[in-house]
T-cell receptor, first 112, second 112 residues
Framework: SQKIEQNSEALNIQEGKTATLTCNYT??????LQWYRQDPGRGPVFLLL?????KEKRKERLKVTFDTTLKQSLFHITASQPADSATYLC???????????FGAGTQVVVTP | DTGVSQDPRHKITKRGQNVTFRCDPI?????LYWYRQTLGQGPEFLTY????????KSRLLSDRFSAERPKGSFSTLEIQRTEQGDSAMYLC??????????FGPGTRLTVL
């Protein structure tokens, strides 16, 4: 069966450090992978998309890598700030029709 | 504000009652998605529309759930004969082309 796994434990990190989150998947061959941010009581917000032929994508302090051989994506927040505290979700689109399959998310807590 | 809106934001109902939720997508978006999210989990795909056509329903969606998108604009999601297991956050998202999705704030349903 298809699975998307993210670190289940919250990631506690000090302000200024780099947070690294992992997304592993099985039984998918996605054309792209997406990362979303979700704050409590709110809907997810799109952050980044990386395609299968891209190894790395950056947006401001965010960096995503995608290894289709390992079936893994890493999501990095550099120079983290307390405002980065949220749950980060990885999502795959099995057939490119937008029917996103999400991981359970990893909560990030950045302390001053 | 031209984002995705959902109404109501919160709904408390008794088991066995019917409930209906509304989603207003971003106006030029042709695709509209419904997801359900329970505590500690990522959103789970329920159904989606391209314009007014409902293209797919998740096999996890029981016959008590029905969705419509008349005229390809707003959408409604109805749950008949609610059960306690229906308690969740119901999220609506829209997109143009199906990749980056814009989520609404969600409707939190509590079934007593």
């Amino acid at each position: 069966s298809q699975k998307i796994e993210q670190n289940s434990e919250a990631l506690n990190i000090q302000e200024g450090k780099t947070a690294t989150l992992t997304c592993n998947y099985t039984n998918y061959s996605p054309a792209y992978l997406q990362w979303y941010r979700q704050d409590p009581g709110r809907g997810p917000v799109f952050l980044l998309l990386i395609r299968e032929n891209e190894k790395e994508k950056r947006k401001e302090r965010l960096k995503v890598t995608f290894d289709t051989t390992l079936k893994q994506s890493l999501f990095h927040i550099t120079a983290s700030q307390p405002a980065d505290s949220a749950t980060y979700l990885c999502a795959l689109d099995p057939d490119s029709w937008g029917k996103l399959q999400f991981g359970a998310g990893t909560q990030v807590v950045v302390t001053p | 504000d031209t984002g995705v809106s959902q109404d109501p934001r919160h709904k408390i109902t008794k088991r066995g009652q019917n409930v209906t939720f509304r989603c207003d997508p971003i106006s030029e978006h042709n695709r509209l998605y419904w997801y359900r999210q329970t505590l500690g989990q990522g959103p789970e795909f329920l159904t989606y529309f391209q314009n007014e056509a409902q293209l797919e329903k998740s096999r996890l969606l029981s016959d008590r759930f029905s969705a419509e998108r008349p005229k390809g604009s707003f959408s409604t999601l109805e749950i008949q004969r609610t059960e306690q297991g229906d308690s969740a956050m119901y999220l609506c998202a829209s997109s143009f082309g199906g990749i980056e999705q814009f989520f609404g704030p969600g409707t939190r349903l509590t079934v007593l």
